[in-house]
């Protein structure tokens, strides 16, 4: 049998996506879950070719959501769906909007001649803070992010694992709600793909929403909180 308890309640307050409440004599917290995205039946075709056929799903903010499928799939599709960069052929779509998305493509090229720091600060070009408080921040999010020795060290030197966490770190710095990340395992080895999972989901419950496109099924079951197979 299911017990009802009513809850008087003194004060109530809404932090960080989380309500948090109270009474007499304890403190109540409860996570809030928006939806920042939806998709109601969509299809989407080029030219003759469906690309993808009657797909409905949402996700939430301060998730980690991994999209899957084989090649071909759709998944690039549908990565454009959800920034709005395309429209579907048939259903509706709640578009993110793009300015509160850092995205991070699968295929980028090494800049040469910059260490990890000028890359962190360079996501945070468009922010209107201090010199000092940029560094302050930089060294903050790779620590985070798990780099935080390599600040001075050359990007081109850096393993493929160590790269990816410094593109993170750059998304990271540019203070966005939503990152969006394409195929980011493909340039790791096996051993160091867990941890990096492990770096996104601890992310995304700091008050970040993660959209990770992967083929990589048994890591990203085991540490995404919503997983959309295509």
Not at 203 to 219: A, E, G, P, R, Y
């Amino acid at each position: 049998d299911s017990q009802i308890i009513i809850l008087t309640c003194r004060t109530t307050s809404w932090i960080n996506n989380y309500v948090y409440w109270s009474t007499n004599d304890d403190i109540y917290r409860s996570e809030i879950e928006i939806m920042i995205f939806e998709a109601k039946n969509i299809s989407f075709n080029i030219d003759d070719v469906q690309i993808l056929n009657n797909i409905s799903f949402n996700i939430h903010s301060n998730k980690l959501t991994s999209i899957m499928g084989p090649n071909g799939s759709g998944k690039s599709s549908l990565l454009k769906l959800i920034t709005g960069e395309i429209q579907p052929t048939n259903g509706v779509v709640k578009p993110i909007p793009y300015n509160q998305i850092a995205y991070l493509p699968q295929a980028m090229i090494d800049p040469p001649f910059v260490t990890v720091l000028e890359i962190i600060n360079m996501g945070m070009r468009l922010r209107k803070l201090p010199k000092d408080k940029k560094t302050e921040i930089a060294y903050e999010i790779s620590k985070e992010c798990g780099i935080n020795t390599l600040l001075n060290r050359k990007f081109d030197s850096l393993s493929g694992g160590e790269k990816q966490r410094v593109w993170l770190s750059f998304c990271l710095a540019q203070n966005k709600e939503i990152i969006l990340l394409d195929e980011p395992l493909s340039s790791i080895d096996y051993n160091s793909r867990e941890e990096f999972y492990k770096t996104l989901h601890k992310i995304s419950k700091t008050s970040k929403t993660l959209i990770v496109v992967t083929h990589d099924n048994q890591i990203s079951v085991k540490h995404s909180d919503q997983i959309i197979y295509i």
